[in-house]
């Protein structure tokens, strides 16, 4: 059987009711952006349903060490995204970013020890502009200097987007 159909069973044993998952941690898993862009590409989709998902989203998925239930409900109900220590660059918080904007049920992003730049960072920030949802955003341990572009991004999460949620974001080097 394909990935995906594996998948689907696995799905369909757990049941929708109960794939509704609030914390998914993928903390030093080596998950890197093609493991990434699986993820957050099944995680994105509303409406899924186990049949959803392609074998191209299912291999990545297995191939990076990260696992999605798939449920039949209308959103992921996800609060806490954490994808520390793994291998996760500029590419990977692109995807990253467009899963905020697809999914507003994203609470916490804990994105610490990566290999993300102020590119990436300002990427990911520029895209809380449209989700309102998201208190916690921890890039600690990353290669961030705090470059120009991540500062104006910084600004404009809470000037040009309005997002008066975001209480925490983390950009300690250790």
Known sequence: KSGASLLAQAAHR???????????ALDGCGIDSTGARALTRVLARRAARAAD????????LAASGAVAAVGQQS?????????????L?????????????KNENVEALLLAG????????ATLLRSLATNKRVRVVDLSRNSIE???ELR???ADVYLAGGNTTLRTMSFARD
């Open 53 to 60: 998902v392609d074998d191209d989203d299912a291999v990545a």
């Open 114 to 121: 990566n290999a993300v730049t102020d590119a990436g960072a």
């Open 146 to 148: 705090m470059k120009p």
């Open 14 to 24: 757990i049941g929708p009711a109960r794939c509704a998952m609030r914390r998914l």
């Open 75 to 87: 959103t992921y109900s996800i609060a806490a995204l954490e994808l520390a220590d793994n291998l």
């Open 89 to 101: 660059d500029d590419a990977a918080i692109k995807d990253v970013a467009s899963l905020c904007e």
């Open 152 to 154: 104006t991004a910084m």
